[in-house]
C-alpha cells in the first residue's frame, strides 16, 4: 500500500515538473495589455515580438465554412504590421463579447494620394495571434474590407 502510494506521488511530481511554466515577462505583458493605456514603443516592441513568437510554425488563413489561405498580398500586409512600420501605434484595448484585443494601427498605401487609407490588425491578448485585419480608408466610398484570422499549422 505503502509503495503505491509513493508511486503515485513521485508520479505527480514528474508530471507537474514536466508542464510548461508561463514566462514571468510574457504574464506581465500579457496583464499589462488588459489595461486601457496606450502601449510606450517599448511595450509596442515587446507586443510584436511576442506575437512573433507565438505565430512560429503557424500560417494565418482567413476563417470560414472553410478555412482558406490568405494571398500573396494580405500575407504581406499583415507581415509588414508585426515588422514595425514607421507610425504603427497601439490604438488600445477592444472588447468583442469575452475576448480581449489590442489593435496595432499602421498606415496603408492608398490608391489614391489625398485620401489616407490605414490598417488594423487584431491580437487577442491571451494567445498573442491575430485574430483579424482590417483595411480601410479616412474617407467614405473607398474600397474597405475586414478579414477574420484563424491560425492554422504550417504547410
Not at 515577462?25 to 499589462?32: C, G, I, P, Y
Not at 494601427?105 to 489616407?116: G, K
Not at 485574430?131 to 477574420?148: K, N, P, S, W
Request: hydrophobic share 40%; with cysteine; glycine share 6%.
Amino acid at each position: 500500500m505503502i509503495e503505491r502510494v509513493l508511486v503515485w506521488l513521485v508520479a505527480c511530481a514528474v508530471v507537474s515538473a514536466c508542464g510548461v511554466r508561463e514566462d514571468p515577462a510574457r504574464r506581465e505583458l500579457s496583464q499589462r495589455l488588459r489595461q486601457d493605456a496606450q502601449l510606450s514603443s517599448e511595450e509596442l516592441g515587446r507586443f510584436r515580438a511576442e506575437i512573433s513568437r507565438a505565430m512560429e510554425g503557424k500560417t494565418l488563413l482567413k476563417q470560414g465554412s472553410v478555412p482558406e489561405e490568405l494571398d500573396a498580398e494580405q500575407r504581406e500586409l499583415i507581415s509588414d504590421i508585426l515588422a514595425g512600420p514607421p507610425g504603427l501605434f497601439d490604438e488600445g484595448m477592444k472588447m468583442q463579447g469575452e475576448k480581449t484585443f489590442r489593435v496595432l494601427n499602421a498606415a496603408a498605401r492608398s490608391t489614391d494620394a489625398e485620401v489616407e487609407a490605414f490598417q488594423r490588425l487584431w491580437i487577442d491578448v491571451e494567445t498573442f495571434l491575430p485574430r483579424r485585419f482590417e483595411m480601410a480608408h479616412a474617407v467614405q466610398g473607398y474600397e474597405a474590407y475586414t478579414i477574420d484570422l484563424v491560425v492554422g499549422p504550417k504547410k
